[in-house]
């Protein structure tokens, strides 16, 4: 069976004494070792939450990566660097950064890249705009994106990655997904996988990534193709992360 995962992705909040904190009261409420868990921490933030989390369960994470391995390009922050402060996993493609700075399906799939390259894992975002779903191009939009990766990567890459399915009309909007929603697309996604490599298929974790909350996680986790979720504003608050966790 694949074993879950529940990651945090903080976004751009908190302070560096708040951050503490937070780490810190999600470590002690780690009673039960029942899923993989981390967060994906602001950069400023990564030496700090590093040495809190070291020798403990929680996984440190970045939000993004660059397409880079190194250069003239100012403002992005490389795998190499991710790495050398303990990162394991960082998001590449959320809907955030495509929606707001840019990022394209084939930056992405270069970020994916040279996220492994340095032994980082990819977590890959992808999902669809609520005009994109009202226009039924949910599957069409998925595959795009999955064969911008694959493409470049080859399907192998896969065996070292996470896929969070965000449905993109569902995040900070107080919308979720129905649990047959949900599957609908997770589903469809490791038959795509599946397609070309059944054994990566059957071994990647897919985590819902669209406004996952205590009261809705354990419905969610139910499903046979979710593997954890992708929280985004519940992983703000430890005792919430904590429920979502113990909902796996």
């Given at each position: 069976?694949r074993r879950?995962?529940?990651l945090g992705n ?9 951050a ?14 029942i899923?993989?868990?981390a967060?994906?921490?602001p950069?400023?933030y990564?030496?700090?939450?590093g040495?809190?989390?070291?020798n403990?369960?929680l996984g440190?994470g970045?939000q993004?990566v ?6 003239a ?5 490389s ?9 394991k ?8 950064r495509?929606t ?21 894992i990819?977590?890959l ?5 609520l005009?994109q779903r ?6 069409e ?5 999955l064969?911008?990766?694959?493409n ?7 065996n ?10 569902a ?13 609908e ?6 038959n795509?996988l599946a ?12 985590l819902?990534g669209g406004s996952?909350k205590?009261?809705n996680?354990k419905g ?13 504003g ?5 005792e919430s992360f ?6 796996v």
């Amino acid at each position: 069976m694949r074993r879950s995962l529940v990651l945090g992705n903080w976004k751009m909040n908190g302070t560096r004494s708040s951050a503490e904190s937070l780490a810190k009261g999600i470590i002690a409420g780690l009673d039960s070792d029942i899923a993989d868990i981390a967060i994906c921490v602001p950069y400023v933030y990564l030496s700090d939450i590093g040495q809190i989390a070291q020798n403990t369960r929680l996984g440190l994470g970045a939000q993004n990566v660059a397409d880079k391995a190194s250069g003239a390009f100012t403002g992005e922050i490389s795998a190499t660097m991710l790495k050398e402060f303990g990162c394991k996993y960082a998001l590449v493609g959320h809907s955030e950064r495509r929606t707001f700075y840019g990022d394209t399906d084939q930056s992405v799939a270069a970020r994916f890249c040279q996220a492994q390259e340095q032994g980082v894992i990819p977590v890959l975002c992808i999902g669809e705009t609520l005009g994109q779903r009202e226009q039924e191009q949910t599957f069409e939009v998925i595959t795009t994106q999955l064969d911008a990766v694959v493409n470049l990567a080859g399907i192998a890459a896969f065996n070292n990655a996470v896929i969070a399915y965000e449905p993109v009309w569902a995040i900070g909007t107080g919308l979720t997904a129905t649990d047959e929603q949900a599957q609908e697309a997770h589903q469809f996604i490791r038959n795509y996988l599946a397609a070309k490599d059944q054994t990566v298929a059957e071994k990647i974790q897919i985590l819902y990534g669209g406004s996952a909350k205590p009261d809705n996680a354990k419905g969610l986790f139910a499903m046979p193709d979710i593997d954890g979720g992708l929280i985004g504003g519940a992983s703000l608050d430890a005792e919430s992360f904590l429920k979502i966790y113990h909902s796996v």
